[in-house]
């Protein structure tokens, strides 16, 4: 199975840069003029494109690329001159810390909340739950993050606005890094606890229906060890379908969160690169995004699996 | 809260230490951009440049009167013995923060490179550099000897030419070959050896770019430890960032003056304007828009544009109107009916019907004028998401209507703007661009027929005697001829010019001083008095 899912993955992952490579290359402009700004000349123009290599035909430079990848180079930034590889893992620390505590957070919040949801279904708390989840699934990211940075850094000046370190200090430590985190941190769990949330609560009102529930209580089994034993462990399985969706995320952030907090992630990264036409940087994050989705599928296929031995993947 | 206009008057008995300073990129000349490379020769970024300033001391220091301060210039002397073909240049005593004296090999070095580079060097033709030096060299290793190919106006090849000769540490350098220099403009160790007052400690891609005090610079003292240049991405964003404590100087936005006038607690300073126009570039390239040709439709076009009112409404009054190809401040090289404040276009709604209907343009059915069946209709394309850049279109497209001119805008990414500019004569109709010009105004890579820059097919034997007379024949008569000639051409449409305005933190001192209109910064100007928030 894992054979299998490997290879078909590995085919979604080929066209998909190769799409992106070719679909980058053809928009109109190019790095060159990225790079220069005024001062593009015709001449200036040709000159920069052949030291970048970007003056050889399109299918040229795509057999390089993979060939340079397969000797393990990701290439060369053309605007922030830096290679690609030593680039993105700077980045990627950066947004797999911001992600790892936010995708945590909000697992554990949406577990509960879900539990609280799907318990008292019907009932207020779990209408107080729905609402809280329809307010903040509907928000867009960039209006929480800045109602966020508004409040807590313009208003009450507790929290920094944006960036990753006190730029005053010249060593800044794990407080300040922390400080850093804390509302974009925040903004992403208000983002995804409501839709995690969601699911979980709905599975786990379906589990409470089921008969095995219904058996365990006329058995005499107590409400708390049926919902933790027995409920918890089958709701679970959607809600690691949708983690193992995010799995590419928790690498590759979120574009609006990241550029809204001036947060250097990958996220950033990718919209900045998309945005200057910096191909070596833009296609190696795609076949990151492509490799960590093939991966994260495959991850919640398999836990899902341990969770519940009945299921099939094939 | 004070609007302060002037320098304020420095305590300097009261200071203390700053601790660390953080900036934005690009503060006082527009948005910001993020610090990318440290090579003064091979990015054209403003803001690189910003940074590469910190580290290298140029060979001649521009003040924001486009005059040489030599207090801040490597050189002590340049003269010219047979007015404009042959230079030598005295280099005062420096030395670079290894403790080596800077000397004429550096220049020489610096030269050799730009050479080596080729079409790759960021600045490669202005002020002719380098193709118009025929030799150059170092008699010792106090002096510098230039020899043109040709004879030319020394005021032109001194500012626009032998000022980009910054000396660069020959002998750290010379060990690299260029495409290894390439590849390492990005690494602050490499620039570890700098003359200027500062010199690079960290460079994170996207975050910022730190300085330390260079402990040999020969200059004033820096009154700081630490100097950041951090980058946001916006410039809200920047504003936001002061206010809460992160950023110790932002541009103010113009939709955002107003607020940030009461503001309390950090204080407002307006600095001269850049020394830079806004310009539509009417394309007479291309064939749909043919009618640009015809002086007489761009000197409508500068007759209907109410320049007063763009910078009422979109600059909140902080911008000066700008109807020729020399910015009204400094004055430095106004020519004497600009000085007047006479120019031949200006706003005159009457006279711009009148030189549309002299061109043959009568209204059509839609009221839009027409001549042999083409409207009089264009579409303008203008970087995406820049809130001035829009207000400014928006000003425009309401003053042409006016006149039957009509004019849809689109917004578009800078680059694919500049790609289509430069390569495809077909793909635009007009453009709406910022100009920042050198210290020289002069308009060979403008509007020379066939210039670097000249992209929109202008071509006028008259305009390229003017310029070539402004460069070439010493004194500043051929620079008035061509401005004024330039003003009656419009091979663009000049537009005002914006007026700048940081929001500062209380107790930090001395901006206006810091901030050159050139782009070169001074911080050793900056100090700070008790009070100070950190």
């Keep these: 199975m894992v054979t299998r899912r490997l290879a078909s993955g590995a085919v979604s992952i080929f066209i998909l840069v190769t799409l992106v490579f070719f679909l980058a290359h053809l928009t109109p402009g190019g790095p060159a003029y990225s790079i220069l700004g005024q001062k593009s000349t015709p001449n200036a123009v040709a000159a920069l494109n052949a030291r970048l290599g970007l003056n050889a035909s399109l299918p040229v430079q795509y057999a390089l690329w993979w060939k340079h990848l397969l000797q393990g180079q990701l290439g060369y930034s053309y605007l922030l001159n830096r290679p690609v590889g030593a680039l993105l893992w700077s980045y990627e620390v950066n947004t797999l810390i911001l992600y790892a ?19 008292w279904m019907g009932r207020w708390p779990a209408q107080l739950i729905g609402a809280f989840q329809l307010l903040f699934y509907a928000t867009p990211p960039f209006f929480t993050a800045a109602m966020l940075i508004l409040c807590f850094a313009v208003w009450l000046g507790w929290l920094p606005a944006g960036g990753i370190g006190d730029p ?43 008969d095995y529930v219904r058996t365990a209580r006329a058995k005499g089994v107590g409400e708390s060890a049926i919902l933790f034993h027995h409920v918890l462990r089958n709701a679970l399985r959607p809600l690691v379908t949708m983690l193992g969706l995010s799995f590419p995320y928790i690498f590759t952030g979120g574009v609006i969160v990241e550029s809204v907090f001036d947060y250097p992630g990958l996220g950033w990264l990718l919209w900045r690169s998309a945005l200057e036409q910096d191909y070596p940087v833009l296609v190696a994050i795609v076949l990151l995004i492509g490799l960590l989705t093939v991966i994260g599928n495959l991850l919640a296929d398999l836990v899902n699996g341990l969770l519940d031995p009945r299921a099939d993947y094939e | 809260m004070a609007l ?24 006082g000349i527009g948005p910001g951009a993020d610090v990318t490379s440290l090579n003064p020769l091979l990015t054209s970024s403003l803001y690189n440049q910003e940074a590469a300033g910190l580290i ?5 220091w521009i003040n924001r009167f486009h005059q040489i301060d030599y207090e801040r210039s490597i050189a002590s002397a340049v003269t010219t013995p047979d007015n404009g073909k042959t230079y030598d240049v005295t280099l005062r005593p420096w030395k670079w923060s290894d403790g ?10 610096a030269y050799q490179l730009i050479k080596a580079l080729g079409q790759s060097y960021a600045a490669y033709g202005q002020g002719g550099i380098p193709d118009i030096i025929a030799s150059i060299s170092a008699p010792d290793a106090a002096h510098v000897h230039v020899a043109l190919t040709r004879p030319v106006n020394p005021q032109w090849f001194i500012l626009n030419g032998l000022s980009q000769l910054t000396p660069l540490p020959q002998h750290v350098w010379a060990h690299y070959s260029t495409n290894e220099i390439w590849q390492a403009q990005s690494d602050p160790a490499f620039f570890h050896v700098g003359d200027g007052p500062l010199l690079p400690q960290a460079l994170n891609i996207g975050i910022d770019a730190v300085f330390v005090p260079n402990p040999l610079y020969g200059g004033t003292k820096m009154h700081f430890s630490r100097f950041v240049m951090r980058f946001e991405s916006a410039e809200g964003q920047e504003l936001q960032a002061v206010q809460a404590g992160d950023l110790d100087m932002s541009n103010i936005p113009f939709d955002l003056y107003g607020k940030a006038l009461q503001l309390p607690g950090d204080y407002v300073v307006t600095l001269p304007p850049s020394y830079s126009w806004h310009e539509l570039i009417p394309n007479m390239a291309n064939k749909a828009t043919g009618f640009f040709a015809d002086v007489r439709v761009r000197q409508a076009l500068a007759d209907a544009i109410d320049q007063k009112r763009i910078i009422a409404l979109a600059m909140h009054g902080l911008g000066i109107p700008v109807y020729n190809p020399v910015p009204p401040y400094p004055d430095t090289f106004l020519s004497p009916t600009a000085r007047a404040g006479q120019y031949p276009v200006g706003y005159d709604v009457a006279k711009a019907k009148t030189l549309l209907a002299a061109a043959g343009f009568l209204p059509g059915a839609d009221g839009i004028l027409q001549k042999d069946g083409q409207r009089l209709a264009f579409t303008l394309l203008i970087p995406a998401g820049q809130p001035l850049r829009i207000e400014i279109a928006e000003s425009i497209q309401q003053d042409l209507q006016q006149v039957g001119i009509a004019m849809k805008v689109r917004q578009m990414e800078f680059n694919q703007i500049l790609a289509a500019m430069v390569g495809q004569p077909q793909a635009w109709e007009a453009i709406l661009i910022g100009m920042n010009l050198g210290a020289y105004p002069s308009g060979e890579e403008l509007f020379s027929a066939g210039a670097a820059l000249n992209n929109n097919g202008y071509a006028n034997p008259k305009m390229d005697a003017l310029i070539k007379q402004s460069t070439d024949q010493p004194g500043l008569g051929g620079l008035f001829a061509y401005q004024d000639f330039a003003s009656e051409e419009q091979p663009v449409i000049f537009l005002p010019n914006e007026r700048y305005s940081v929001l500062v933190r209380k107790g930090l001192h001395g901006v206006q001083d810091f901030l050159n209109p050139l782009g070169a910064w001074a911080p050793e100007k900056l100090y700070c008095t008790p009070g100070r928030a950190n």
Excluded: N, W
């Excluded at chain 2, 290298?56 to 001649?60: E, H, I, N």
């Design chain 1, 101 to 119: 505590i936010a995708i945590s957070l909000s697992t554990f919040l949406a577990i509960l909340l879900g539990l609280a949801q799907g318990v």
């Design chain 1, 168 to 210: 005053r200090l010249a060593h800044p430590g794990p407080a300040t890094y922390a400080a850093h985190l804390v509302l974009p941190v925040v903004t992403i769990t208000l983002l995804t606890v409501p839709m995690l949330s969601r699911y979980f609560g709905a599975a786990v009102h379906e589990e409470l229906e089921k």
């Design chain 2, 4 to 27: 302060l206009l002037g320098a304020a008057p420095a305590a300097f008995a009261e200071t203390q230490d700053c601790g660390s300073i953080v900036i934005p990129p690009g503060l």
């Design chain 2, 56 to 60: 290298f001391t140029p060979l001649l």
């Design chain 2, 100 to 109: 080596t004296a800077v000397t004429s090999a550096d220049v020489l070095y």
